[in-house]
């Protein structure tokens, strides 16, 4: 079935580097969504950025990922990281229906 | 304006009770949601609906029954409540197709 995977559970960086959590998915649908959502604490998630297009970087609020098809990734990426930014991080797969991966949590730390 | 409003926000039952979550959406949304986090299994998809039609059910207990009066609510209702239970469930709603899921605020359910 299909499956979304977030190597990554925590990842604590210092405000100012870069960012980057990772995103794998398995579908045998040719064209999915995928999706990153945030939630910060006590909040519920919500969308961050979305892509159905092969090979074309998607980005808002300063973060950017590409879907890459032949490598099934979708990796999320900032180039300096926030306070702001500390949240749980969710990569979601779109076929039939959405589905999460586990969540990275990011830390920042001033 | 909250577009997805669930009620109650915070829920206290005990073991073998029933509780019944609602949720209406104001989005003009055709397809509505059930999701589960917990600490154990993050944003774990349970239901889906479209216009008061069953299309997924990934939860294996019948405990949990989905109900929809109208095509903008889609309540949750959960019998013989266990202390397992205990998560935030999380309503959603998309246009189908599109994809895109708006949460609701959610109801933190915790099962004594």
């Known amino acids: 079935g299909d499956s979304v995977t977030q190597t990554e559970g925590l990842v604590t960086l210092t405000e100012g580097l870069p960012v980057m959590l990772n995103c794998t998915y398995q579908?045998?649908?040719?064209?999915?969504?995928l999706f990153w959502y945030v939630q910060h604490l006590n909040e519920s998630p919500r969308l961050l950025l979305k892509?159905?297009?092969?090979?074309k970087r998607t980005e808002h609020q300063g973060f950017h990922a590409t879907l890459h098809k032949s490598s099934s990734s979708f990796h999320l990426q900032k180039s300096s990281a926030q306070l702001s930014d500390s949240a749980l991080y969710y990569c979601?797969?779109?076929?039939?229906?959405?589905?999460f991966g586990k969540g990275t949590h990011l830390h920042v730390l001033p | 304006d909250p577009k997805i409003i669930q009620k109650p926000k915070y829920l206290v039952a005990v073991t073998g009770s029933e509780k019944i979550l609602i949720c209406e959406q104001y989005?003009?949304?055709?397809?509505m949601y059930w999701y589960r986090q917990s600490a154990k299994k993050p944003l774990e998809f349970m239901f889906s609906y479209s216009y008061q039609k069953l299309m997924d059910n990934q939860t294996a207990s019948s405990r949990f029954q989905p109900q929809s009066s109208k095509k903008n609510h889609l309540d949750l209702q959960i019998t013989a409540l266990k202390p397992d239970d205990s998560a935030t469930y999380f309503c959603?709603?998309?246009?189908?197709?599109?994809?895109?899921?708006?949460f609701g605020a959610g109801t933190r359910l915790s099962v004594l």
């Open positions: 979601a797969l779109g076929a039939y229906k959405v589905i």
């Open positions: 959603a709603s998309s246009q189908l197709g599109e994809n895109t899921l708006y």
């Open positions: 892509s159905f297009t092969d090979n």
């Open positions: 989005l003009g949304h055709n397809a």
């Open positions: 579908t045998i649908y040719s064209n999915p969504f």
